[in-house]
């Protein structure tokens, strides 16, 4: 059973940056596409960034400001967000595709307030 345990979020002032870690429980095949996606409050849940191998793909609303990195020796995959804005404000989610199935993270909150 994977697990996916995300952390790292917080408050942050616009202009800001902030690092979100995601740890799966077991070592993961680096053929599966780990992703984060977020959604704020009264929105439907997007995707934010996802790299599957070594392809990454971003919303175009993150791209230049946003990075995505996995580890496979650490089965971790961190986002790296800078230039923060109050519309990045949201509940972040970690997941990963597998053949049959998708999991995800409990989430983290990332609030950019001044």
């Known amino acids: 059973q994977v697990q996916l345990v995300e952390s790292g979020g917080g408050l942050v002032q616009p202009g800001g940056s902030l690092r979100l870690s995601c740890v799966a429980s077991?070592?993961?095949?680096?053929?599966?596409?780990m992703g984060w996606y977020r959604q704020a409050p009264g929105k439907q849940r997007e995707l934010v960034a996802r790299?599957?191998?070594?392809?990454?793909i971003y919303a175009d609303s993150v791209k230049g400001r946003f990075t995505i990195s996995r580890d496979n020796d650490k089965n971790t995959v961190s986002l790296q967000m800078n230039s923060l804005k109050p519309e990045d404000t949201a509940i972040y989610y970690c997941?990963?595709?597998?053949?049959?199935?998708?999991?995800w993270g409990q989430g983290t909150q990332v609030t950019v307030s001044s």
């Open positions: 997941k990963v595709d597998l053949y049959t199935s998708s999991v």
């Open positions: 077991v070592r993961l095949f680096s053929g599966y596409a």
């Open positions: 790299i599957t191998g070594g392809s990454t």
